[in-house]
């Protein structure tokens, strides 16, 4: 069975910075493009960045480019979203998401697999 587990989520003041860590299992890690989207209260969720099989291209959505950081680690089937310069609009439950082909898309229709969420709070 597929799994993806998010980790390091939590509350920070706006300025600071959180990594957020996916851990999966049940899948070949290294044949799958990996990603993070987030939802916030009342709103669809969101494509935040991804990152190809290899890692050797990364994908960003204009509101985190330059501040956010998408990496993997094929070794530690993991995956890692550094977070800085948090805003108040980042405020968001954060998902771990993979898809099977070496592609990126902005769409999470797509997207084969979804971890639980985790909660990022950014306070004024």
């Known amino acids: 069975q597929v799994q993806l587990r998010e980790s390091g989520g939590g509350l920070v003041q706006a300025g600071g910075s959180l990594r957020l860590s996916c851990a999966a299992s049940?899948?070949?890690?290294?044949?799958?493009?990996m990603g993070w989207f987030r939802q916030a209260p009342g709103k669809e969720r969101e494509f935040v960045a991804g990152?190809?099989?290899?890692?050797?291209?990364?994908d960003y959505t204009d509101s985190v480019k330059g501040r956010f950081t998408i990496s993997r680690d094929n070794t530690k089937n993991s995956q890692y979203l550094q977070m800085n310069s948090l805003e108040p609009e980042d405020t968001a439950v954060y998902y771990c998401?993979?898809?099977?082909?070496?592609?990126?898309?902005?769409?999470?229709?797509?997207?084969?697999?979804w971890g639980q969420g985790t909660q990022v709070t950014v306070s004024s």
């Open positions: 990152i190809r099989r290899s890692g050797s291209s990364t």
């Open positions: 049940g899948l070949p890690f290294s044949s799958y493009t």
């Open positions: 998401a993979a898809r099977g082909d070496n592609r990126v898309v902005m769409s999470p229709r797509t997207w084969a697999y």
